[in-house]
């Protein structure tokens, strides 16, 4: 696996809610040689799973837009009701140490890191079927019901715009978590060997 040299890389996912990113996601930090993780900011309350400033740093919505509007944020986005957004400086101080920075955000965010940082590696991952969403989505313990279905309502919008807004060069389908790993980590070495 060539490393990322003097500069490092953006690494984007995305993709419906319940198509497994978060596991890919791990499983990338872990395989990749010198990555980071980003860690957003959301507006969303905390899951009983989740920690603070780990998974996310949870923060007011004053808060969200107090960054917001100094700048702070390299891409945000409203997701059922709720603020998300990267911010800029750990990843541009990662990206400055030659490192991988994994980032999973929805597709009005992945569109603003394309105009922002057009060498970003944004790959958008599919359900296999919309059944088999809705089957991991059901079976989640972290959302109502309500929320399930809000989130699987989303679903088709989002891979409609990940198709046509011309965003993401990549699009790769989880069937078997270990196999989709491989294959974007075959993206992420073709696309560092390349530049
Ligand atoms: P969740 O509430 O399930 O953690 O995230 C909801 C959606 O927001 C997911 O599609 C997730 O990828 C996305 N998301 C998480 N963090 C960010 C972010 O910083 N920016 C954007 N645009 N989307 C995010």
Same mark, same amino acid.
């Given at each position: 696996?060539?490393?990322?040299?003097?500069?490092?890389?953006?690494?984007?996912?995305?993709?419906?809610?319940?198509?497994?990113?978060?596991?890919?996601?791990?499983?990338?930090?872990?395989?990749?040689?010198?990555?980071?993780?980003?860690?957003?900011? $959301?507006?969303?309350?905390? +899951?009983?799973? #989740?920690?603070?400033? *780990?998974?996310?740093?949870?923060?007011?919505?004053?808060?969200? %837009?107090?960054?917001r509007d100094a700048g702070?944020?390299?891409?945000?986005?409203?997701?059922?009701?709720?603020?998300?957004?990267?911010?800029?400086?750990?990843?541009?101080?990662?990206?400055?140490?030659?490192?991988?920075?994994?980032?999973?955000?929805?597709?009005?965010?992945?569109?603003?890191?394309?105009?922002?940082?057009?060498?970003?590696?944004?790959?958008?991952?599919?359900p296999p079927t919309m059944?088999?969403?809705? $089957?991991?989505?059901?079976? +989640?313990?972290? #959302?109502?019901?309500? *929320?399930?279905?809000?989130?699987?309502?989303?679903?088709?919008? %989002?891979?409609?715009?990940?198709?046509?807004?011309?965003?993401?060069?990549?699009?790769?389908?989880?069937?078997?978590?270990?196999?989709?790993?491989?294959?974007?980590?075959?993206?992420?070495?073709?696309?560092?060997?390349?530049?």
């Open positions: 696996m060539p490393r990322p040299t003097n500069q490092g890389r953006l690494v984007v996912i995305s993709g419906p809610s319940g198509t497994g990113k978060s596991t890919i996601c791990q499983e990338l930090l872990r395989r990749l040689p010198r990555a980071r993780w980003s860690i957003s900011a $959301t507006t969303r309350p905390r +899951r009983a799973n #989740e920690r603070q400033d *780990q998974n996310y740093h949870f923060i007011s919505r004053e808060e969200f %837009e107090r960054m702070e944020f390299l891409e945000t986005a409203e997701y059922l009701g709720h603020l998300y957004g990267t911010p800029a400086a750990p990843v541009r101080q990662a990206v400055a140490n030659g490192e991988y920075v994994v980032m999973e955000i929805e597709v009005q965010g992945g569109a603003q890191v394309a105009r922002a940082v057009p060498d970003s590696i944004r790959i958008f991952v599919l059944e088999t969403l809705r $089957t991991r989505l059901e079976g +989640r313990q972290t #959302e109502s019901s309500e *929320q399930q279905r809000r989130r699987l309502a989303e679903a088709d919008g %989002e891979i409609g715009f990940a198709r046509d807004s011309g965003c993401y060069d990549y699009f790769v389908t989880n069937d078997i978590v270990d196999r989709t790993v491989d294959e974007i980590m075959e993206i992420i070495e073709k696309e560092t060997a390349r530049t």
